[in-house]
């Protein structure tokens, strides 16, 4: 949600920045900007709309440098323009700030300044700041920044440059991610570690309330009284090749085909019984009162998978929770209470309000997260990395069978009386199992071409596959812009039947082989109202193959693998609705990758 990135060292930084733009345009891309200074002018240059349009404006521009900083803009205050793109400048356009965050008392600060007769060009939040910065500058840049930093309410990841002190960027952060690349005499600046991996794999993870002041090249770490502080240095693993698409037109369909590659990693050490690898010991796990699972959108859908399977193995009762919502009521949090929190970013502020939430109740918080070193991570008593490596997908895909998988080897750790059928040796034959999966796609192709042009699509499943048909119908709306609904096959004859009528299409998920029988006769009351049912199950479900208009036959594996294999259709079926629709399926509308406001 915004992407930020920065430099300061010996190369020219348009390059650079841009590089890294594209990189972060998954936060975004309602507009994006840059500024650069020259040692005496600050060249700010701004567009609304993709990346593109800047880069297609800058192309005969000669914007040489020694320091820079870029933006690229997923809108919260004012609408996507010129203007409230970012950077945003004071009225002498002294200072150039880019900003990740939301400062919630911009309203006061602007009546303030207004009263004073300034003026503002721009309806955002951030302009604010930069105004308030040139108004109260100290001669030092540093000291600037925290002294309207004290003064903020809100969030932010925020950069400043200026022509006063044309040498220097100053950054700080509160909430909003911001990550330090050191290189070899240069420095980074980024929402993400993985913009700016093809310089550096050294990484420092601000975190709140520490600020960083860059000179040539170098940096000193400050928090906001201007105390020198120190951070470790990171050193991240993944592969630059990880972060682009491979020759593949979308980042989502490159992410769905390497699911098998990354799964091996999101196993590998952990399949032997107390693996240090697992934080949770089953000693500790037994020790439980009550489990909460919590996240947004897909990590949420995988929490439903989890719930299931903690209840079976430890007994107690496990609640998944929206985390938009857990902190506005009273949950009823104890210090023996363990609480599960999932997230591929590890910054979703929603997901972090509720995990102070549940660490101010004493709860014991396992992270459950994919990108190492992120807030929820550092926030988290014990963390399980997916390492499925960096997802640029805006729909998540690959992390969310991390999601599950994680789970499934969390369950398997404290299952001491061999609940969960499937053996670590399955699990181990996972990737291959993935691989047969993926074979599918022709046919989902030829399948997506019967429903892309319906209106109304419905996911039914019972059980684990209701968990999956909730992530199948989110997969679908937010890059087909199709209504998709899921729905309990059971809970189907207490109202949402009468949505079914002659083609309506039905995709059925049906991995549960104990709840084959209660799923055919679902399908049949929809089938008796003229569907079209597409079903995903494996080959002994003959009766459901014959009343099914399509049939995906999943490769024979446990219950347990089947269902998290049968996502993979699922993923596919959005992506080719999607792709037959033509829509922009790596940058859905109003929609952005890692939702770091409320
Ligand atoms: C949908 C999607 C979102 C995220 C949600 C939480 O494809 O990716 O629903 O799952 O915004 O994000 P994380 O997992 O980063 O906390």
Redo the contacts with the bound molecule.
């Keep these: 949600m915004c992407g930020i990135i920065g430099y300061s060292g010996p190369k020219q930084p348009l390059p650079i920045l841009l590089a890294g733009l594209s990189r972060l345009e998954y936060r975004g891309y309602d507009s994006a900007g840059i500024a650069i200074t020259d040692g005496k002018n600050l060249i700010i240059e701004k567009k609304q709309g993709k990346l593109q349009v800047l880069k297609d404006h800058l192309s005969d521009k000669k914007i040489n440098g020694n320091i820079g900083i870029g933006h690229t803009r997923w809108a919260t205050h004012g609408v996507p323009s010129d203007e409230n793109a970012h950077p945003h400048y004071d009225n002498n356009q002294d200072f150039a700030i880019i900003h990740n965050g939301i400062i919630e008392n911009y309203d006061e600060m602007k009546e303030e300044l207004l009263k004073e007769d300034y003026q503002f060009e721009s309806e955002t939040d951030t302009e604010v700041v930069a105004v308030e910065l040139s108004k109260r500058w100290t001669g030092n840049l540093l000291e600037t920044v925290c002294q309207v930093a004290k003064d903020l309410d809100g969030t932010y990841a925020l950069v400043v440059t200026t022509v006063k002190q044309p040498d220097t960027i100053v950054a700080g952060r509160m909430m909003s991610p911001l990550v330090l690349g050191v290189g070899e005499g240069e420095v980074f600046l980024a929402s993400d570690s993985a913009a700016i991996l093809e310089h550096t794999n050294k990484m420092i993870f601000l975190e709140n309330g520490d600020f960083v002041e860059i000179k040539d090249g170098n940096y000193e770490l400050f928090d906001i009284n201007m105390n020198k502080i120190s951070r470790e240095i990171q050193e991240i693993d993944w592969e630059v090749s990880e972060a682009e698409k491979s020759g593949h037109d979308h980042f989502m369909y490159k992410e769905i085909l390497e699911q098998a590659e990354v799964i091996e990693r999101t196993i590998t050490g952990r399949l032997e019984v107390g693996s240090e690898e697992i934080p949770v010991d089953l000693k500790q796990a037994k020790g439980f009162e009550k489990i909460w699972i919590v996240?947004?959108?897909?990590?949420?859908h995988a929490g439903l998978f989890g719930k299931d399977l903690f209840e079976k193995v430890l007994g107690v009762s496990v609640s998944v929770e929206l985390a938009s919502e857990f902190r506005y009521r009273e949950p009823i949090v104890g210090e023996n209470d363990l609480a599960i929190v999932?997230?591929?970013?590890?910054?979703?502020m929603d997901?972090i309000a509720a995990t102070e939430l549940l660490k101010e109740n004493n709860a014991h918080v396992l992270a459950l997260v994919n990108v190492v070193g992120s807030s929820l991570a550092r926030m988290a008593d014990s963390v399980l990395y997916l390492h499925v490596g960096p997802e640029i997908g805006?729909?998540?895909t690959k992390?969310?069978l991390g999601m599950l998988v994680g789970q499934l080897l969390l369950a398997k750790h404290w299952d001491e009386s061999s609940k969960i059928e499937t053996t670590f040796e399955e699990i181990k034959q996972l990737p291959s199992l993935i691989k047969e999966t993926l074979k599918c796609e022709s046919e989902i192709k030829e399948i997506s071409k019967s429903i892309n042009n319906h209106k109304d699509i419905y996911f039914i499943g019972r059980g684990l596959d209701y968990a999956l048909a909730a992530e199948g119908a989110?997969?679908l709306k937010?890059i087909s812009y199709l209504h998709a609904e899921a729905l309990a096959a059971g809970e189907l004859k207490h109202g949402t039947l009468a949505l079914i009528e002659d083609g309506t299409p039905v995709i059925v998920t049906a991995s549960q082989h104990h709840l084959l029988d209660k799923t055919t006769s679902n399908v049949q009351e929809v089938k008796a109202r003229g569907a079209f049912v597409i079903a995903i199950g494996n080959n002994s479900s003959k009766k459901l193959q014959d009343i099914s208009n399509d049939y995906v036959t999943l490769p024979e594996a446990s219950e347990m693998l089947s269902t998290i294999v049968s996502i993979i259709p699922l993923q596919f079926i959005a992506y080719h609705v999607a792709n037959l629709n033509g829509e922009s399926i790596d940058q859905p509308r109003n929609l952005a990758?890692?939702?770091t406001v409320e």
Excluded: M, R
């Design positions: 996240a947004c959108g897909t990590a949420y999932i997230s591929q970013s590890g910054e979703t997901t805006v729909a998540s992390a969310y989110l997969k937010e990758k890692s939702v």
